[in-house]
């Protein structure tokens, strides 16, 4: 999803008319993706912070966070580091509403960019 967002952040700066879209990628593993660790990642994903955001937070506010999008989150209860989750991408409004939510990992960024722009 990364590298998605990644092509998205580029053609969102080259496109005027998407100036007002944000990106935000949420970890469900916040013992190892610590602030500290996610503020690397997006370095290396060059993610320009006016444009990305990465968040993580407490276990149980962002599980509670991701099931209201529909992804499910199983933790191994011997390692907290082993987690299985299914992927949702989401469009929301400017004024907060949900617009579109994607499905796994099959969309492409121009679909998105598509949609952005509806």
């Known amino acids: 999803m990364d ?3 990644a092509t998205i952040q580029k053609a969102l700066k080259a496109d005027a ?3 007002g879209v944000r990106l935000v990628t949420v970890s469900f593993d916040p013992a190892t993706d610590t602030p500290a660790v996610l503020k690397r990642h997006a370095k290396t994903l060059e993610a320009d912070p006016t444009r990305w955001t990465f968040l993580t937070g407490d276990r149980d506010d962002v599980d509670r966070f991701a099931a209201r999008f529909g992804v499910s989150i199983s933790r ?3 390692d907290p580091r082993d987690i299985t989750h299914n992927l949702r991408t ?3 409004n400017a004024d907060g509403t949900l617009a579109k939510v994607y499905t796994g990992n099959d ?3 121009d679909q998105v ?3 952005l722009k509806k």
């Open 3 to 5: 590298r998605h967002f």
């Open 17 to 19: 008319s998407l100036k």
């Open 107 to 109: 969309w492409t960024p």
């Open 76 to 78: 191994a209860p011997n």
């Open 113 to 115: 960019l598509a949609d």
């Open 90 to 92: 989401a469009i929301i």
